[in-house]
């Protein structure tokens, strides 16, 4: 072993232990070791910053902004509100959710299912009432399983078939890896859904609890002219209600409230439903029902002339300009082209208009405003922003567009026409300029701590395979395995390339372990597609760290994952597949 694989050795040992540990963030702890991999000399200087632009690192980031817009254009909504049933029991949420990554990941890379994904299941846990945590890592790892089953799935599947051409004169073709991969996925989703995400750590005290509590507001949406809700009673909508969480209390009529004793009454364009709901779920019903804001006009205005609206929450002190006024009086429209929403008022009752209500000292707002000037309307008012929640308005007019504009960029990178991380990037540019996302916000939506994670981890190890040290694994490897029967020697080069796929990325895995299939197979006297087969599979199973495949990185932050979290999943998983695959691999690819 020389000098250098005896420090790489040692630096991926260290950093493996402190995340483990926790002590420190992850982002921080990769790149004290990228640069501790510097000042040895084991990682080239002029190398040392490459991550930041590997193709993984920018597919990562890229695909939050995507999925970013993916809400914001009430496209995720599409999906919710059709598919997904937040009373739904776990078990079964996530077998649906699965099933679902799983077959888009077989169609489309498995980081761009995630990304349709990701928001979704966010979304619906939010609505139950349970962390996110609890069913991001079984979507995840079920668009990895999904991926193994076709050509496009997975990145390795396209190098492994490149290599296959290379040495043995014929690739792959595009389901050459579904029967071994269709049962490995099978077997895989089966266990995620029925025990294994009972493996994933919860809160302390054992309570699913949401990462967000939020506030519930009074607020009106109107019924806009040419409604499809004209005519119909307010009785009927209590089942979009309950759906999306939102409690009605009545109408605003020419100015008068008629509360819930006229549930019967004949809906008009103009009227205002007076409900009671959280921002989102707001949000969902204004989407679902095609419903204006009670200052829509002005709403609309407000899109048209900046970069777009902010929601934000804020709290009214004693001493603020609000307090004692309504924002009607304070001419809040007007003065400051911004939109009362709603008022939370702990329980109390609000007996007026939204906007004609007095505000007291305590109440908590819901504001729509300029997002250039949101800052300026906050101080004005002498409020207190509350912490920021990421709040927007899904402007769901836009949502063909960008199930469009994604659905394009997905086809052309499958069809090979654009490289993925160009097509995603189009993807966000076409966002930009269409107006589904404001400029200003591109970068606030990249979980910069997962970014400098997997760039950090990149350059470290391409320097352990350049000095030799994957390689010296599989060379020790098969030494070991002299003498053992064929699906021995199987069974071992998978357990290695599933080793080893949690520290490289996915893709570098392939690189380095295929030629050594192909020459165990040799050796052998054997058939060559077995052994590259299993490294196929072995090689898309990164389920123990969030660094081996982009999928797993980009749920990290999401889903409040600790880097040793997902070994409790993640080793389980390995030997179910482990069992399925090496006699499927042997049924499907005889020697």
Same mark, same amino acid.
């Given at each position: 072993?020389?000098?250098?694989?005896?420090?790489?050795?040692?630096?991926?040992?260290?950093?493996?232990?402190?995340?483990?540990?926790?002590?420190?963030?992850?982002?921080?702890?990769?790149?004290?070791?990228?640069?501790?991999?510097?000042?040895?000399?084991?990682?080239?200087?002029?190398?040392?910053?490459?991550?930041?632009?590997?193709?993984?690192?920018?597919?990562?980031?890229?695909?939050?902004?995507?999925?970013?817009?993916?809400?914001?254009?009430?496209?995720?909504?599409?999906?919710?509100?059709?598919?997904?049933?937040?009373?739904?029991?776990?078990?079964?949420?996530?077998?649906?959710?699965?099933?679902?990554?799983?077959?888009?990941?077989?169609?489309?890379?498995?980081?761009?299912?995630?990304?349709?994904?990701?928001?979704?299941?966010?979304?619906?846990?939010?609505?139950?009432?349970?962390?996110?945590?609890?069913?991001?890592?079984?979507?995840?790892?079920?668009?990895?399983?999904?991926?193994?089953?076709?050509?496009?799935?997975?990145?390795?599947?396209?190098?492994?078939?490149?290599?296959?051409?290379?040495?043995?004169?014929?690739?792959?073709?595009?389901?050459?890896?579904?029967?071994?991969?269709?049962?490995?996925?099978?077997?895989?989703?089966?266990?995620?859904?029925?025990?294994?995400?009972?493996?994933?750590?919860?809160?302390?005290?054992?309570?699913?609890?949401?990462?967000?509590?939020?506030?519930?507001?009074?607020?009106?949406?109107?019924?806009?002219?040419?409604?499809?809700?004209?005519?119909?009673?307010?009785?009927?909508?209590?089942?979009?209600?309950?759906?999306?969480?939102?409690?009605?209390?009545?109408?605003?009529?020419?100015?008068?409230?008629?509360?819930?004793?006229?549930?019967?009454?004949?809906?008009?364009?103009?009227?205002?439903?007076?409900?009671?709901?959280?921002?989102?779920?707001?949000?969902?019903?204004?989407?679902?029902?095609?419903?204006?804001?009670?200052?829509?006009?002005?709403?609309?205005?407000?899109?048209?002339?900046?970069?777009?609206?902010?929601?934000?929450?804020?709290?009214?002190?004693?001493?603020?300009?609000?307090?004692?006024?309504?924002?009607?009086?304070?001419?809040?429209?007007?003065?400051?082209?911004?939109?009362?929403?709603?008022?939370?008022?702990?329980?109390?009752?609000?007996?007026?208009?939204?906007?004609?209500?007095?505000?007291?000292?305590?109440?908590?707002?819901?504001?729509?405003?300029?997002?250039?000037?949101?800052?300026?309307?906050?101080?004005?008012?002498?409020?207190?922003?509350?912490?920021?929640?990421?709040?927007?308005?899904?402007?769901?007019?836009?949502?063909?567009?960008?199930?469009? %504009?994604? $659905?394009? !960029?997905? #086809?052309? =990178?499958?069809? +090979? /026409?654009?490289?993925?991380? &160009?097509?995603?990037? @189009?993807?966000?540019?076409?966002?930009?300029?269409?107006?589904?996302?404001?400029?200003?916000?591109?970068?606030?939506?990249?979980?910069?701590?997962?970014?400098?994670?997997?760039?950090?981890?990149?350059?470290?190890?391409?320097?352990?395979?350049?000095?030799?040290?994957?390689? %010296?694994? $599989?060379? !020790?490897? #098969?030494? =070991?395995?002299? +003498? /053992?029967?064929?699906?021995? &020697?199987?069974?071992? @080069?998978?357990?290695?390339?599933?080793?080893?796929?949690?520290?490289?990325?996915?893709?570098?895995?392939?690189?380095?372990?295929?030629?050594?299939?192909?020459?165990?197979?040799?050796?052998?006297?054997?058939?060559?597609?077995?052994?590259?087969?299993?490294?196929?599979?072995?090689?898309?199973?990164?389920?123990?760290?969030?660094?081996?495949?982009?999928?797993?990185?980009?749920?990290?932050?999401?889903?409040?994952?600790?880097?040793?979290?997902?070994?409790?999943?993640?080793?389980?998983?390995?030997?179910?597949?482990?069992?399925?695959?090496?006699?499927?691999?042997?049924?499907?690819?005889?020697?």
């Amino acid at each position: 072993m020389t000098q250098d694989q005896i420090i790489l050795f040692t630096l991926f040992a260290a950093v493996f232990a402190l995340l483990l540990w926790g002590r420190w963030r992850y982002d921080l702890v990769a790149f004290a070791a990228l640069m501790a991999g510097v000042v040895l000399r084991v990682v080239p200087a002029d190398e040392a910053f490459a991550g930041f632009g590997h193709p993984a690192t920018l597919v990562v980031a890229l695909v939050l902004v995507v999925s970013a817009g993916l809400v914001r254009s009430g496209a995720v909504l599409l999906i919710t509100r059709t598919l997904i049933d937040a009373a739904r029991p776990l078990r079964g949420h996530i077998a649906l959710m699965g099933g679902i990554g799983a077959v888009l990941s077989g169609f489309m890379n498995n980081v761009a299912a995630l990304a349709l994904l990701m928001p979704v299941d966010i979304q619906t846990a939010r609505r139950a009432g349970r962390a996110p945590g609890l069913s991001l890592m079984p979507l995840s790892f079920a668009t990895i399983l999904g991926g193994m089953v076709t050509l496009i799935g997975t990145p390795p599947n396209i190098i492994i078939a490149t290599i296959r051409e290379d040495s043995l004169g014929a690739s792959f073709s595009m389901f050459d890896f579904a029967p071994v991969g269709g049962l490995v996925a099978i077997a895989g989703m089966a266990f995620v859904a029925l025990i294994g995400w009972r493996l994933i750590p919860q809160p302390e005290d054992g309570s699913q609890r949401p990462v967000e509590e939020f506030q519930q507001y009074v607020a009106e949406l109107t019924v806009p002219e040419g409604s499809k809700l004209a005519g119909r009673r307010l009785y009927e909508l209590s089942e979009e209600a309950e759906r999306a969480d939102v409690a009605i209390l009545g109408l605003v009529r020419d100015g008068r409230r008629l509360y819930g004793t006229q549930r019967n009454a004949i809906l008009h364009e103009g009227d205002a439903l007076v409900l009671d709901a959280t921002p989102d779920a707001l949000d969902e019903f204004r989407a679902t029902l095609k419903l204006d804001f009670a200052e829509g006009t002005r709403q609309e205005k407000l899109r048209a002339e900046g970069e777009g609206v902010s929601v934000i929450e804020v709290v009214v002190p004693e001493g603020a300009r609000i307090a004692g006024r309504s924002a009607l009086s304070l001419g809040l429209g007007w003065r400051r082209r911004t939109v009362l929403m709603g008022i939370s008022r702990q329980g109390r009752a609000i007996t007026e208009q939204v906007r004609k209500t007095k505000v007291r000292p305590g109440d908590i707002l819901l504001l729509l405003a300029p997002q250039e000037t949101a800052t300026s309307v906050v101080n004005w008012l002498g409020v207190l922003p509350l912490a920021d929640r990421g709040l927007a308005v899904a402007d769901d007019s836009r949502s063909w567009l960008a199930i469009g %504009l994604f $659905a394009a !960029a997905l #086809l052309a =990178a499958g069809l +090979g /026409l654009v490289y993925l991380p &160009v097509a995603l990037g @189009l993807v966000v540019v076409s966002f930009v300029l269409t107006r589904i996302l404001p400029l200003t916000e591109i970068y606030s939506l990249v979980d910069w701590p997962v970014v400098v994670l997997l760039a950090s981890m990149i350059p470290l190890g391409s320097a352990l395979a350049a000095a030799g040290g994957t390689q %010296l694994l $599989a060379e !020790a490897m #098969l030494g =070991a395995t002299a +003498g /053992l029967p064929v699906w021995a &020697v199987l069974a071992l @080069l998978m357990a290695l390339t599933m080793t080893v796929t949690d520290v490289l990325n996915n893709n570098a895995t392939v690189v380095v372990a295929a030629p050594v299939a192909i020459q165990m197979a040799q050796t052998l006297g054997v058939s060559a597609d077995p052994f590259l087969m299993a490294v196929a599979v072995s090689a898309s199973c990164a389920f123990l760290t969030p660094i081996g495949d982009e999928a797993n990185t980009l749920i990290l932050g999401p889903g409040g994952y600790r880097f040793g979290d997902y070994w409790r999943l993640g080793l389980p998983l390995k030997l179910i597949v482990l069992a399925v695959a090496v006699p499927s691999i042997l049924l499907f690819w005889p020697l």
